[in-house]
């Protein structure tokens, strides 16, 4: 059984830093790409970014491209999401994201299997 924890949000100030960790449970997470996409309550879903099974150099959608970080640690079946220079229209739910398969694809916004989530507000 697939079961996705988020964890790490909270408040924090434009300009600041979060780390959201996503422990996984009934599965390898290095296994298979792992994606973080984002969405708020009546709107669509977007992706963030993923990271493919090989653990390379991870794919970032553009909103966070340069301010985000995709890593994982294997021996904590773990995989992270730093988030550096936040902007208020960054706040939302964040939820990691899989579908089993070993390549990112969308950011990983359309897989099935998706954790509870975590919110993230950024405001002043």
């Known amino acids: 059984q697939v079961n996705l924890v988020e964890s790490g949000g909270g408040l924090v100030q434009p300009g600041g830093s979060l780390r959201l960790s996503c422990t996984a449970s009934?599965?390898?997470?290095?296994?298979?790409?792992i994606g973080w996409a984002r969405q708020a309550p009546g709107k669509e879903r977007e992706g963030v970014g993923c990271?493919?099974?090989?653990?390379?150099?991870?794919d970032y959608a553009e909103s966070g491209m340069g301010r985000f970080t995709i890593s994982r640690d294997i021996d904590k079946n773990t995989v992270y999401l730093q988030m550096d220079m936040l902007k208020t229209e960054d706040t939302t739910g964040y939820y990691c994201t899989t579908d089993l398969g070993n390549y990112c694809s969308n950011y990983g916004k359309e897989y099935n299997e998706w954790g509870q989530g975590t919110q993230v507000t950024v405001s002043a």
């Open positions: 009934g599965f390898t997470l290095a296994w298979y790409a």
């Open positions: 990271i493919g099974r090989s653990g390379g150099s991870p």
